[in-house]
């Protein structure tokens, strides 16, 4: 991954929902964005709630489908349209390439949190042992007692839950990653260590699109500030 | 890791596989409106799809169908058969459809009654298959048995019991490894957590869910339950009154729901 | 006909379209070697259970010329076989006997003679169950359909449930069988240890279950294999004993209780075979129970 490689191009975009079920209700979200991110480039959305900055980032990862443009991701040598990828070729992306991370965990009955946490780098045929050691790393790192590491975080504190996540989030080395909010909630010293994460992954030549609320998170990261207005 | 998962995430080689099933215009009507019609779809080796929807909204017809046990109207369904080579089910003898249901696919009934032969021991249903492909060492046969009771945590202590004598969760869990003792490559599973008590079900799920990953196993899931489909699937296709009316990423399709129906199925859920 | 039949009925009881009806059945089983053919079956003058599958088949090729013995678990002279005996003989007029050696046709309930069986004879087996797979698979459809596409895994299953509870193969009698490595048969429910006689015997053998309407075959010089496991393989049974009346020990032999302190002794089955070694002056060891008795 060399610096000031492109890897996310999205231009056009379009979204609006339609409420079928409550009077067809329609109302458009995103109106012809467009964004350009780099490798190792760090770009933060701001704008009001409800202004699209969600809808935008859940867009890029596929989650939400748009009406019109194109959203081209990075994949190795190759460009990928995901507005008009098959749902296996997302799938594989997501598996390698595109990281999404959010403050809510998506609990997996039983399984433990060191389990859950190593899931993502086990996929892509990892070692167990280097899986298991690069979890430990992480959730040490993010301060969940080693204690609640055998398991299943079901149970678990908000905060706690969150803080797995996020270590479920990084333990993959991807390319581009997209984080919904992970710091919201969390005390200065965890939002240090994700900030540290960040910028870890910065460094490795990630490009990322995130939304932060907090604005000390925010400066420590951001290389740009882009208005979802403007998009 | 399993050949299927490692095509799958290989992002040079991805495009070259070949659909392990593959579904062409497909149309089984009991009564008009009874049934499922106009089906189109292909599954990849190691994919999980969930086929979601109302009960009559023509999903198991689909599934009976799919997996060899009901003969459609028109339409094809193709398999890329390991002993077979490429196949038209419906073409192709009878023969060789059981041959598949026994050895490359397995089913998973809602019912563990219609998947198990009650009247005899776990081991022996776990054994069957086995013998039916023509496995003749009743030692080997018995540890086989053994290992995939272990595989579905069941106690191996249980394996001279009647499946009679198992709770709901266990014979489902037996079923499975009834299925799995001869590594298909496809499932298909009806409704396997209905009818289970939601404890019961998280254990099932989980454990599907690793076996899948785990063997990478290729998937065809019915059900009405969309939190199974969101924890297994991972491409869904939404029926309703016999028709396709939506498909996509698992995701997407639950959180970003485009049809109307879809979007009344998805909101009646009871968020947690 | 013979004077000593009975006034009033055709020969052999059945009138001539029912025999002629079930002779094609049986050709169409020596045809197709194991294979259950379904006929018409008619009344007989006695219920089913009481080998009405047998007799409809004795009664479709039994002629003049034949000379019938009957027997019930090896033996003449039990009911069952004596009233079968005794039918033939007063609708038929036929010569009966209860030499093996002499029989043209006979007619058996759950054994095969001791004395091996020669190529100008028949054996007709009374049969309850015809369907070997029913215990598995309740459908006759279903059946039907693993017998055409020989899928017969589920067969072994029987055996599996044996030995994971008895540590081996424990069914003893009705053992399954494969004919002309085609089709699996139910042998009837005759000891184990007569199936290896069913294999390349010159004799002709012949199947009628009456209350389900099957007839099937086993043609002379016609391959018949027991099923078994690898590790688990087919065995007949043995005895320690001897027959207290003629010393064999290589019959099979029926256990019987000779007072009320549960004493017994060991006596071959087959009683033809059993007097005409004792014709020959073989004799076998009295428990000491009877000697002390007399």
Known sequence: MTANQLMIDVSGVEKAFTLHNQGGASFGVLDNASLQVQAGECVVLHGQSGAGKSTFLKALYANYSVDSGAIRLRDGEQMVDITSALPRRIIALRRQTLGYVSQFLRVIPRVST?????????????????????????????????????????????????????????????????????????DATNRKVVVELIREAKARGAAIVGIFHDEDVREAVADRLVDIKAI | M????????????????????????????????????????DLYPGEVLGIVGESGSGKSTLLSCLSARLTPDSGQVLYNSEQFGEMDLYAGEESQRRVLMRSEWGIVHQHARDGLRMNVSAGANIGERLMAVGERHYGDIRAKAEEWLTAVEIDTGRIDDRPSQFSGGMQQRLQIARNLVTHPKLIFMDEPTGGLDVSVQAKLLDLLRNLVSRLGLSVIIVTHDLAVARLLAHRLIVMRRGAVVETGLTDQVLDDPQHPYTQLLVSSILQN | MSAATA???????????????????????????????????????????WGTGGMQVTASVIGEADKLKVIDQGADDTTNAVSIRRFFAHTAGVETTELTAEATLIQTRHRIPERPLQADQILIYQVPIPEPLRFIEPRESETRKMHALSEYGAMQVKLYEDVARFGH?????????????????????????????????????????????????VPPFTQVESLDFDDHPFEVQSWEDACSICGSDHSFLDEVIIDDNGSKMFVCSDTDYCRERVTEGFVGEAPAQLETEQ
């Open chain 3, 7 to 49: 006034i009033g009925y055709n020969f052999a009881y059945l009138d001539e379209q029912s025999k002629r009806m079930i002779r094609r059945a049986i050709l169409k089983g020596v045809a197709i070697p194991g294979y259950q053919v379904p006929f018409g079956g008619r009344e007989m003058p006695l219920p089913h259970g």
């Open chain 1, 114 to 186: 060191l389990e859950v946490v190593m899931q993502p780098l086990l996929d892509l045929g990892v070692d167990a042992a280097r899986c298991e050691a690069k979890a430990k790393d992480l959730l040490q790192r993010l301060n969940v007692p080693e204690r609640l590491w055998s398991l299943a975080p079901g149970t678990f504190s908000g905060g706690e839950q969150q803080r797995v996540n996020i270590a479920r989030g990084f333990i993959v080395d991807y390319p581009v990653l997209l984080l919904d909010e992970p710091t919201a909630s969390l």
């Open chain 2, 2 to 41: 399993n050949n299927a998962v490692e095509l799958l995430t290989s992002t040079s080689e991805w495009q070259d596989i070949a659909p392990l099933l593959s579904v062409r215009e497909l149309n089984k009507f009991y009564a008009p409106g009874k049934g499922c019609g106009d089906i189109n779809f």
């Open chain 3, 169 to 217: 193969i424990a069914t003893s009698y009705d053992y399954p069988v494969m004919v002309n490595n085609r089709y699996m048969m139910d042998p009837s429910p005759i000891p184990k240890f007569d199936n290896p006689k069913m294999s390349m015997m010159p004799a002709l053998q012949l199947f009628g279950a009456g209350f389900e309407k099957r007839i099937y075959a």
